[in-house]
Structure formats: C-alpha cells, structure tokens
C-alpha cells in the first residue's frame, strides 16, 4: 500500500504562485509514476502533470510552460510548482501513484490517491 498526503493548497490572485507536494509513505518502491491531476466543479478529473521514475515528465497543454513537477527522492515527495496561475486553475488537486506489476503475461496497474487539496485563483 502507498499513502499519499498532499499539501500547499490555498487561495491566490491571478498572476500568483503556489507549490503543491505529495508526501508519500508505505511501500513507495517500484512506483512507477507519480502524478498530479484536478478536478473543478462540475468537471471531470483530468491529468495535469506526471513523472515518471525514469524522470520523463508528461504536461497538459493548459499548463504547459506555467508548472512543473519534480521531486525529492531522499524526502519521498513529489511537488507541483504552480506560476502564472488563472482562475481557471481552481480545482481540488490529487496526487497520484502507480505501481506496476506483471503476472502471467500481462502488465496491471495499481492506482494509490491522495485526499486532495484545494486551489482557488481569484481574478
């Protein structure tokens, strides 16, 4: 099991910054891809930013050139590095792990969540 806590939500203007991480604990071993996604009200969770544990990083063309993910191996932390924030960021954001196991052929995919934290960006 993996335990994903996520932190540094908040309210900020437009224009603003804010840094999200994702303490994660438990068997963190052979995850093999940390991400973030959000969901605002009303919509679909979507993906927002991914890290792969060969360092590949996957971004949503919305923001693109505003956030970055990376992360801290020795602190088992993934963070969301948020600039040029628009209202249209709002929305609870979600850590995400992914831990892949092969059996008899096929490759699955185990999905660990974290509680969420909240992003509102006022114009």
């Known amino acids: 099991q993996v335990q994903l806590v996520e932190s540094g939500g908040g309210l900020v203007q437009a224009g603003g910054s804010l840094r999200l991480s994702c303490a994660a604990s438990g068997s963190t071993f052979s995850i093999n891809t940390i991400a973030w996604y959000r969901q605002a009200l009303g919509k679909q969770r979507e993906l927002v930013a991914a890290?792969?544990?060969?360092?590949?990083?996957n971004y949503t063309d919305s923001v693109k050139g505003r956030f970055t993910i990376s992360r801290d191996n020795a602190k088992n932390t993934v963070y969301l590095q948020m600039n040029s924030l628009k209202p249209e960021d709002t929305a609870v954001y979600y850590c995400?792990?992914?831990?892949?196991?092969?059996?008899?052929?096929?490759?699955?995919?185990?999905?660990?969540w974290g509680q969420g934290t909240q992003v509102t960006v006022s114009s």
């Open positions: 890290l792969s544990n060969r360092g590949r990083t």
């Open positions: 995400n792990a992914v831990k892949q196991w092969y059996y008899s052929g096929t490759y699955y995919d185990d999905h660990y």
